[in-house]
């Protein structure tokens, strides 16, 4: 049976008035809600964006709330992974400041992506937040803080230049490592290896090498690729940028470097297991792959720091990865709490280390047993990373960073690959197109 | 009577006259409302950003046609433009010839198998892009399989003069069976009556190909060489998987790098105005090889 018109009309206004005040209560519920996240001692849940694993910050959120039940009374936290590399992520970030919404508080960065937030005024100054901090953390650490003298971010990982070698062959070839202290050492050495044994080379260097490879030496000798005032670029003639080619180049030629194999092919992991690659320049990085690529040599790879090569006296890869808080970030002092805690104080670092395996920027922790023993190289490693932060230095990184990245590999590849012993015409061709594309770089 | 009586159905109000009218506008209303949001307003939206420099956020700066000149300019887009025309010319007849072989294979009475042979040929098209560069990479790798089996020393994935043509190998490799499919389903278009009495009237196998399975299969032809046209001038994954390197921050090298690399890498660096004015540049490539394709192989009538 069908209810008279007027009962029906009833009924649907019974339905829609019950509606409404739900709809209300729920808006009511949802603005408590934000209400008490906006306050200081309520319940506040802090954002994070990183890019692959989240696990590494959903550990290191685990540890502030078991070392500092006080400071972190009361506080969530969602990390958020906004793809596979860091460019995913950088990408997001830009989308985020783009609409005003969903900024995370904390956002994960290689440093070279600094810069470009840092001249459009979109990250926190944190110099305030961190100064209780700072007299803990290793010169390295605090210089990968900065940018342009000001303090942007947090230090998570000071990526050092450091030198692989195999020590079991190194010494039958006769080879002292610590005499071994520049460019034409370097030669020598794998010229003494290559007498003993043929096949093996003390570095790879394909024609198109890994941007970290020449970056690496950029950083350590005073290199640049742009000027600010005046704004331009000025790699066509800059002569840190032009030796660290030369010296790309001239190492490829000297016969005791694997030609033919680049950096992440099959090849390469291949050949650091056989010992047709016995010694590698590269970063504190790493020996995250060796160990995968090589475990039987366990004891068999040492780490020294990097011999003088294309005039660099140290430097860094990429400076490292850091945490920054966006200027919009809605929590930041609990934001930089948090990150002071769990990456500059003993305490927490300390925690924090032993689950993510990294090498930890707080002084007093440098010489702790409990971190320095590493699986594979013993106390090695911290040793070499020590010493290597002695020298560290930040490559002079500017907002055009990704785009000169792209525009410099074309350039060292058709370097690499021509009969020219100079680099200029290719790294001015790099000049030209830059400044046709990008015009100044220090403006967003 | 009326059509309902007739058929036996119940009784049914006629619909309001402006119902009928608005009916078919609702049926395609989400198509167009997509299709407006996610596309069209976009691209009108890109054409605007291919006029500027925008990092993404902060302020628009109007920069005219410096994009545009700009890229025509840089030799790293001409080499990336002829790469990309590389891997869409070499690639060309090998597969869409050898595709339209084997579906004639397939489709004669040589082939006792074909239910065998169909599935075999396409696999590699279900293959995932990356999941085959991957296994490519193995393949070509220097100890891989086509060095040990042709006995050759190539380095396939380092040498600038070489990985283009691997790249080739794989293209051939994925598409081959795609394009198989295609040139059966229009090979099985073609009645047999017509071929039989072709045969009858003493034609050779290649006159009857010549004039009367090429000539019906124009359209299928046709379609194949705009697809291909369109995929290679997209190109992506292929190349910088298989000689881009899993740790590599730029994808292929510069030898090898297609064009798509361009718009990658300035929405990477935050240069959507250039990324934009690449795709639009690409947008009128596809059109003018489009249109002098339809052009060429249309039906005469």
Redesign the interface.
């Known amino acids: 049976m069908t209810p008279p018109p007027s009962r029906l009309r009833h009924t649907l206004r019974g339905v829609l008035a019950f509606s409404a005040c739900a709809v209300l209560a729920a808006s009511a519920l949802t603005a408590c809600g934000s209400d008490d996240e906006g306050a200081g001692g309520g319940n506040v849940e802090l954002t994070l964006q990183v890019w692959g694993d989240t696990k590494y910050a959903e550990d290191q959120f685990k540890v502030y709330q078991e070392q500092y039940p006080d400071q972190s009374k009361g506080q969530t936290m969602k990390v958020l992974s906004a793809g596979k590399t860091d460019?995913d992520s950088?990408?997001k970030f830009?989308?985020e400041?783009?609409s005003g919404k969903d900024i995370p508080d904390i956002l994960q960065l290689n440093y070279s992506w600094v810069p470009?937030f840092a001249e459009?005024g979109?990250l926190s100054d944190v110099k305030t937040l961190a100064d209780p901090f700072l007299p803990n953390v290793s010169q390295a650490a605090q210089r990968l803080m900065q940018y342009d003298g000001k303090y942007v971010a947090f230090p998570y990982e000071v990526k050092s230049k450091l030198w692989y070698y195999r020590k079991d062959l190194f010494q039958q070839a006769g080879i002292d490592i610590t005499q071994v202290k520049t460019q034409a050492d370097f030669v020598a050495a794998g010229q003494k290896l290559k007498a003993k044994f043929p096949k093996s080379n003390v570095w790879n260097l394909?024609?198109?090498p890994?941007?970290y490879d020449w970056q690496m030496i950029a950083a350590g000798n005073g290199a640049k690729y742009a000027t600010k005032s005046p704004c331009a670029f000025v790699v066509g003639t800059d002569p840190g940028t032009a030796q660290a080619f030369k010296a790309i180049k001239d190492l490829r030629n000297s016969g005791v470097v694997e030609t033919?194999?680049?950096?992440?092919?099959?090849?390469w992991q291949?050949a650091l297991a056989d010992g047709t690659i016995a010694s590698t320049l590269n970063a504190s990085w790493f020996p995250a792959f060796l160990t995968q690529y090589a475990p039987d040599l366990k004891g068999k790879w040492g780490v020294t720091t990097w011999p003088e090569i294309g005039g660099a006296v140290g430097g860094s890869e990429s400076a490292g990865s850091v945490f920054v808080i966006p200027a919009k970030s809605k929590h930041k002092k609990e934001a930089a709490e948090f990150l002071g805690r769990t990456l500059m104080d003993a305490k927490g670092t300390k925690a924090f280390a032993k689950i993510g395996g990294y090498v930890p920027n707080v002084i007093a922790l440098q010489d702790d047993p409990e971190l320095t023993n590493h699986p594979y190289f013993g106390t090695e490693l911290s040793t070499a990373f020590k010493a290597a932060d002695k020298d560290y230095k930040v490559f002079a990184f500017d907002?055009?960073a990704?785009?000169e990245?792209?525009?410099l590999?074309?350039a060292m590849?058709?370097y690499l690959?021509s009969n020219d012993a100079e680099p200029t015409t290719y790294l001015k061709?790099a000049q030209d197109?830059l400044t046709?594309?990008?015009?100044c770089p220090f403006k967003? | 009577m009326t059509l309902h009586h007739q058929t036996g159905g119940p009784a049914r109000a006629r619909a309001p006259k402006w119902l009928d009218r608005l009916a078919p506008y609702g049926f395609i209303a989400p198509f167009v409302v997509s299709f407006a949001l996610f596309f069209a307003i976009p691209s009108i939206v890109s054409i605007g950003l291919s006029f500027t420099?925008y990092?993404?956020?902060?302020?628009v700066e109007w920069v005219g046609l410096?994009?545009y000149?700009?890229?025509l300019?840089?030799?790293?887009f001409h080499?990336s433009v002829l790469n990309t025309l590389f891997y869409w010319l070499v690639p060309l007849v090998p597969m869409l010839g050898g595709a339209f072989l084997l579906a004639m294979v397939v489709r004669s009475k040589l082939t006792r198998w074909g239910r065998i042979y169909k599935p075999l040929l396409f696999i590699p098209q279900v293959m995932a892009p990356v999941a085959a560069g991957l296994v490519w990479?193995?393949i070509l790798?220097?100890?891989?399989v086509v060095n040990s089996v042709f006995g050759l020393d190539v380095?396939w994935?380092?040498?600038?003069d070489a990985m283009k043509w691997g790249v080739v190998l794989l293209l051939v490799w994925r598409g081959l069976g795609w394009y198989f499919v295609v040139f059966l389903a229009g090979l099985t278009s073609i009645p047999n009556d017509l071929l039989e009495a072709a045969e009858m009237d003493g034609t050779t196998a290649w006159q009857r190909v010549r004039h009367v399975v090429l000539p019906l299969m124009r359209p299928i032809v046709l379609f194949a060489l705009v697809i291909d046209t369109i995929a290679s001038l997209q190109l992506f994954t292929e190349p910088n998987l298989l000689?881009g390197?899993?740790?590599?921050?730029?994808g292929a090298?510069?030898?090898a790098a297609p064009v798509m690399n361009q718009i990658i890498?300035?929405?990477?660096?935050?240069?959507f105005g250039?990324a934009a004015a690449v795709g639009w540049l690409m947008f009128i490539a596809i059109a003018v090889f489009s249109v002098v394709q339809f052009r060429l192989f249309r039906e005469e009538r």
């Open positions: 460019t950088i990408n830009r989308l400041l783009s470009e459009a979109v394909g024609t198109n890994a941007t033919k194999i680049d950096d992440w092919t099959p090849e291949t907002p055009a990704n785009k990245q792209v525009a590999s074309n590849t058709k690959t061709a197109e046709a594309q990008v015009g967003s | 420099r990092s993404g956020y902060g302020p410096r994009n000149r700009s890229l300019d840089s030799p790293n080499q990479r193995v790798s220097g100890n891989g380095n994935l380092g040498d600038p000689v390197g899993a740790g590599s921050t730029t090298p510069p030898s890498t300035n929405i990477s660096g935050g240069q250039l």
